[in-house]
T-cell receptor, first 115, second 113 residues
Framework: GESVGLHLPTLSVQEGDNSIINCAYSNSASDYFIWYKQESGKGPQFIID?????DKRQGQRVTVLLNKTVKHLSLQIAATQPGDSAVYFC??????????????FGKGTLLTVNP | NAGVTQTPKFQVLKTGQSMTLQCAQD?????MSWYRQDPGMGLRLIHYSVGAGITDQGEVPNGYNVSRSTTEDFPLRLLSAAPSQTSVYFC????????????FGDGTRLSIL
């Protein structure tokens, strides 16, 4: 799984399988989490977010799970397609002083979908 | 609705040259930010702004200046380029309020020789 401080992990799946990408975050005070998808040569694209008062949120083919006890976040992609191949980043939003918040990114997981 | 637009897309500089990376957004977002992305390092925050006239430093601000004279524009200036600033630079914006996702441009790929 992904965590700040590790080299970029990779995940290879077959088309049609479900994918699970993991992320460990560092700050128990973080109250908002986001998953981004980044395709080659493009900027990060928002996929789904979750607030700390929730433990699960679903979107179209994607589900994010949040376990605050162990500071773990996961992104599940159902019926993975070749177009899902990309680097996936988790990001945590934490207070940086006053009313300011900063987004801190993990290093990403490379997902490769084999046809 | 163009979202976040960055120019140029590619740039090669010589050490010591200066340049400005442009970023514009048309979503009337108050918050804007600049990140750099290096292999194995993820995205690191350089500078950010919570509104026109207000800027603050991020995680890696040295060697970069910013200004925010309008809501739409947030240029990033390299005063004297160094090879260590070779990177991909991303600008992002979001609405006011902490729990809002940032929207990113497609980046500027900068090489310093």
């Amino acid at each position: 799984g992904e965590s700040v401080g590790l080299h970029l992990p990779t995940l290879s799946v077959q088309e049609g399988d479900n994918s699970i990408i993991n992320c460990a975050y560092s700050n128990s005070a973080s109250d908002y989490f986001i998953w981004y998808k980044q395709e080659s040569g493009k900027g990060p694209q928002f996929i789904i977010d979750i607030r700390s008062n929730m433990d699960k949120r679903q979107g179209q083919r994607v589900t994010v799970l949040l376990n605050k006890t162990v500071k773990h976040l996961s992104l599940q992609i159902a019926a993975t397609q070749p177009g899902d191949s990309a680097v996936y980043f988790c990001a945590e939003n934490r207070k940086s002083g006053g009313s300011n918040y900063k987004l801190t990114f993990g290093k990403g997981t490379l997902l490769t979908v084999n046809p | 609705n163009a979202g976040v637009t960055q120019t140029p897309k590619f740039q090669v500089l010589k050490t010591g040259q200066s340049m400005t990376l442009q970023c514009a957004q048309d979503m009337n977002h108050e918050y804007m930010s600049w990140y750099r992305q290096d292999p194995g390092m993820g995205l690191r925050l350089i500078h950010y702004s919570v509104g026109a006239g207000i800027t603050d430093q991020g995680e890696v601000p040295n060697g970069y200046n910013v200004s925010r004279s309008t809501t739409e524009d947030f240029p990033l200036r390299l005063l004297s380029a160094a090879p260590s600033q070779t990177s991909v630079y991303f600008c992002a914006s979001r609405p006011t309020g902490s729990n809002q996702p940032q929207h990113f441009g497609d980046g500027t790929r900068l090489s310093i020789l």
